[in-house]
């Protein structure tokens, strides 16, 4: 069975690029551009990696950590998650690590 991995960005250049990149290792590839719709996905088809932009609009990317502690099936195993931003501010990177 595929890994399933999510890419949450809103840009719709960044996704494409790692689409593009991640295409060829046989992944199921799913994609989200904002991050209600991140969350949308890892309800419905639980992945398995999330590459998960911080800053979206509306929901942005620490909402989405915070609220996947919240939602983790006790039959699955957790998914692990990267974060993308060009945010250089310590303090955030400490939040994420800490989520």
Do not use: Y
């Amino acid at each position: 069975m595929p890994l399933r991995v999510l890419i949450a960005d809103d840009e719709h250049a960044a996704r494409h690029g790692m689409l593009r990149a991640l295409k060829a290792t046989g992944c199921e590839l799913l994609e989200a551009s904002d991050g209600d719709a991140a969350l949308l996905s890892i309800r419905d088809q639980w992945p398995d990696l999330v590459f998960l932009d911080l800053n979206m609009p509306g929901r942005d990317g620490l909402s989405v950590l915070r609220e996947l502690s919240t939602i983790a099936p006790s039959n699955r195993p957790s998914c692990e998650i990267i974060v993308v931003t060009a945010n250089e501010h310590v303090g955030t990177a400490v939040d994420c690590m800490r989520l």
